[in-house]
């Protein structure tokens, strides 16, 4: 059962507009909610994240929504740069007794800003 | 400041063989968590290591092993390979008593192919 999920399998967006990337969790238990971005033959790179008690935080061009009522989180970035393609992958993060836990993490999103 | 390395890059093995992978941490890290990312989707949690023990363990068969150094650096073994095996494994290292809101520094990943 997938407790955290990214629906959309890829976005292609218009280089100077607004990228949207959304994510849906089943578990209200989760402490944080992270952003990872990921190029081909590399690791994932922590990009954003936020709070379960907040429900936005924004970081340059990227913005993080988080709706506790729907489960819901979305990812902005405003404008968007053909450096940004790269798939991206929401996370979510439970901590256990004062130390993190694992991440548990969505399908991934395929962003491709055109020139 | 190096990061996490993971090494081998990239092995094949065949059906029923064993291998192991290693990771050193970040350095200043104390926990090494691992990642199984198969095609098209996104990385799921294996086991943790802190202090030379199994701290957490994802839905992995017992054919997945790990062990910690007193160094801190790790290796994941996997016996007795199936096709299904062949994945991108990643390594993370945390601190394991700071909770922090970017989760886990990743390493590039060694990519599995069972033939």
């Known amino acids: 059962d997938q407790q955290v999920k990214q629906n959309s399998p890829s976005l292609s967006v218009q280089e100077g507009r607004i990228s949207i990337l959304n994510c849906d969790y089943t578990?209200?238990?989760?402490?944080?909610f992270l952003w990872y971005k990921k190029y081909p033959a590399e690791g994932p790179t922590f990009l954003i994240s936020?709070?379960?008690?907040?429900d936005k935080n924004e970081d340059g061009r990227f913005t993080v929504f988080l709706n506790k009522s729907a489960k819901h989180l979305s990812l902005h970035i405003v404008p968007s740069q053909p450096g940004d393609s790269a798939v991206y992958f929401c996370a979510a993060l439970k901590n256990y007794g004062g130390s993190q836990g694992n991440l548990i993490f969505g399908k991934g999103t395929k962003l491709s800003v055109k020139p | 400041d190096a990061g996490v390395t993971q090494s081998p890059t990239h092995l094949i093995k065949t059906r029923g063989q064993q291998v192991t992978l290693r990771c050193s941490p970040k350095?200043?890290?104390?926990?090494v968590s691992w990642y199984q990312q198969a095609l098209g989707q996104g990385p799921q949690f294996i086991f943790q290591?802190?202090?030379?023990?199994?701290?957490q363990r994802g839905n992995f068969p017992d054919r997945f092993s790990g062990h910690q150094f007193p160094n801190y650096s790790s290796e994941l073994n996997v016996n007795a390979l199936l096709l299904g095996d062949s994945a991108l494994y990643l390594c993370a290292s945390s601190l394991l008593n700071r909770i922090s809101n970017y989760g886990y520094t990743f390493g590039s990943g060694t990519r599995l192919t069972v033939v």
């Open positions: 578990n209200s238990m989760f402490d944080y």
């Open positions: 350095s200043g890290h104390d926990t």
């Open positions: 290591y802190y202090e030379e023990e199994e701290r």
């Open positions: 936020i709070s379960s008690i907040k």
